[in-house]
């Protein structure tokens, strides 16, 4: 009796542990990783001065909303690259090259909080902390333009994003 209740619980506790597994797995939606990470994004704009709606579409775009190999295997989800003054963890993914370094997080919350301070310690980015926090297109064009991404199309993708979620509202606080 007391063998039939251990394999039961055991066969229990495998079907638990599998569906959990199968949960993390999923991919999460753009409206998940909105929902999620907007409370953060809007903290870091206090904090930072830097629209949160820019914030949550950049983790979009550059973490395809949390789904990509690399924020699964570093949190990373704003593609930042190691650069000659990274001396945090690192992981190396196939980029614009063949297994470039990318910064690796302990957590999101980490990722979001170093995105942050990459864009404000950055000389390159000091003229979008003159903008206006609700001038997400001045922002989404002044990251264009002092090439946080290759893609020419960056800042219509970023203002695109914004306008089709409502984003601009979060960067109301």
């Not at 909105?34 to 579409?57: D, F, M, R, V």
């Amino acid at each position: 009796m007391a063998m039939k209740l251990f394999v039961r619980l055991a066969l229990f506790a495998a079907l638990v542990g599998a569906a959990a597994d199968a949960l993390a797995q999923r991919e999460m939606t753009r409206e998940e990783y909105i929902a999620t990470y907007a409370p953060l994004a809007i903290q870091q704009q206090k904090e930072y001065g830097i629209p949160a709606s820019i914030k949550i579409a950049q983790g979009i775009i550059e973490s395809r909303y949390g789904n990509s190999d690399l924020s699964r295997r570093s949190n990373n989800h704003f593609g930042i690259k190691c650069k000659n003054n990274w001396i945090g963890d690192t992981v190396r993914y196939d980029d614009d090259a063949l297994q470039e370094c990318f910064r690796r997080y302990g957590s999101i919350e980490d990722s979001y909080r170093d995105h942050s301070e990459f864009l404000d310690r950055s000389e390159r980015y000091q003229d979008l902390f003159k903008l206006d926090p609700t001038d997400y297109k001045g922002w989404a064009h002044g990251l264009q333009k002092a090439g946080y991404a290759t893609n020419p199309q960056y800042a219509q993708q970023l203002i695109k994003i914004i306008e089709d979620y409502q984003l601009f509202l979060l960067d109301e606080g």
